[in-house]
């Protein structure tokens, strides 16, 4: 079988030079190269990052604290995009057992879906595991609860390069190598909106525009019927695209070290962007979403009773995994770590979700008027 590199070449030389996001595209999602497709090897310490659900399941006994308030109020229904491993999906099944009715997975790479099976089979009661389904394709409607984990920076971008004269975009040419071309007159109105309200920016400022998680929120919002609960690395648009942060965010991350090496590795390392709240808000206001929360990790994860949690666990005196779970604790609620960086954002539609408590429970951190 040829490698993701020589596949990439001749789809270049087929089909042209390429843009940004569809280069992203294939290096993560192709159905035969991609990055995410395999499912092998990227979760967890032996892989090349680490998410929340692996560093300890009180981070899913705590979102399933949240999920409780609003569950009586929204079809007992979770649909999760994004379920990587399968170990979000364990801990919530296990923290709302009999509560949940269907537990829809939707990813789009397939071969994830043994690697999730696995993983709960293996930790969630049998007659809970079978609550669990794998769709296809995006239902029509989607109504009960909707989360996700680091899905939106993981989705492609598109990558501005600002100019004062003429500014650029960044596409993939033949030989896999960056090529910078003018920036299309119909997209040109957005970087001069983006510009004129957070610049002044310098030659050379970067700016990744995030279509597709744009249109994955639209189109949640538009199905949706209750909450839906987002959580991952990002800002509002006024500190991500200020004139000190020159370089963008998007990053290659592989065996645990972020680089800037885009175009090697090609299928065998990841890609990603930080998350551009303002821009999701605006996606999912346009679609009648209300918006229910904005604030960081930390403060949401602590709100929900985090530290209570793991009071009760009784491993938290045992010498080795009381200490691992204190290592893991800080790493999600640090500011300098995940506490700070990571924000959960929630929004919901077509249901009133005033007589719980989940809005207060947002308030400490509360950073949604920065959106
Ligand atoms: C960085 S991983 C996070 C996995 C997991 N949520 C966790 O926290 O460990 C990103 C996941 O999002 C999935 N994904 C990307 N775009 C998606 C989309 N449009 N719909 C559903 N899943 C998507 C990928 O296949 C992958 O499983």
Redesign the pocket.
């Known amino acids: 079988m040829m490698n993701a590199t020589d596949a990439l070449k001749e789809r270049l030389k087929k089909q042209g030079p390429m843009r940004f996001d569809a280069f992203m595209a294939f290096a993560?999602?192709d159905p035969e190269y991609g990055y995410?497709t395999s499912?092998q090897g990227?979760?967890g310490r032996q892989g090349d990052?680490v998410?929340?659900?692996?560093l300890t399941p009180l981070f899913g006994q705590t979102l399933g604290q949240a999920i409780l308030e609003v569950l009586p109020l929204c079809k007992p229904v979770i649909y999760?995009?994004?379920?990587?491993?399968g170990?979000?999906a364990s801990d919530l099944l296990n923290t709302l057992g009999d509560t949940v009715e269907q537990y829809n997975i939707?990813?789009?790479?397939g071969g994830?879906k043994q690697v999730q099976s696995e993983t709960i089979r293996a930790s969630v009661p049998g007659h809970l595991a079978d609550r669990v389904q794998w769709l296809e394709q995006?239902p029509e409607g989607l109504e009960g609860v909707l989360i996700?984990?680091?899905?939106?920076?993981?989705?492609p971008v598109r990558v501005f390069e600002y100019h004062h004269d003429a500014s650029l975009e960044w596409w993939i040419s033949e030989d896999i190598t960056l090529e910078k071309r003018p920036l299309q007159v119909s997209d040109r109105g957005i970087l001069e909106t983006l510009h004129t309200q957070h610049g002044p920016w310098q030659d050379g400022h970067l700016v990744e525009w995030a279509e597709?998680a744009h249109g994955?929120v639209k189109t949640l919002t538009e199905r949706l019927k209750g909450l839906a609960l987002m959580?991952d690395y990002g800002d509002c648009a006024e500190k991500l695209l200020h004139p000190a942060k020159r370089q963008g965010t998007l990053r290659a991350h592989k065996n645990h070290v972020a680089h800037d090496g885009f175009l090697t590795d090609i299928g065998e390392q990841?890609l990603?962007a930080h998350v551009n709240f303002s821009q999701i808000y605006e996606a999912m206001h346009s679609e009648g979403g209300q918006l229910e929360g904005y604030c960081t990790q930390a403060s949401f994860l602590l709100a929900h009773g985090i530290l209570e949690l793991a009071g009760q666990n009784p491993a938290l005196t045992d010498p080795v995994a009381g200490a691992q779970t204190r290592k893991a604790l800080n790493t999600l609620l640090s500011e300098a770590e995940m506490g700070e960086n990571f924000k959960v954002f929630a929004w919901s539609r077509g249901v009133d979700l005033d007589a719980t408590r989940l809005n207060t429970l947002f308030l400490m951190n509360d950073r949604s008027g920065e959106l």
Not at 80 to 85: D, M
Not at 106 to 109: L, P, R
Request: no cysteine; glycine share 10%.
């Open positions: 993560l999602y995410y499912g990227i979760f990052f998410t929340a659900p692996e999760e995009f994004g379920a990587g491993n170990k979000l939707v990813d789009v790479s994830l995006l996700g984990n680091e899905v939106l920076d993981a989705m597709q994955f959580i990841d990603t």
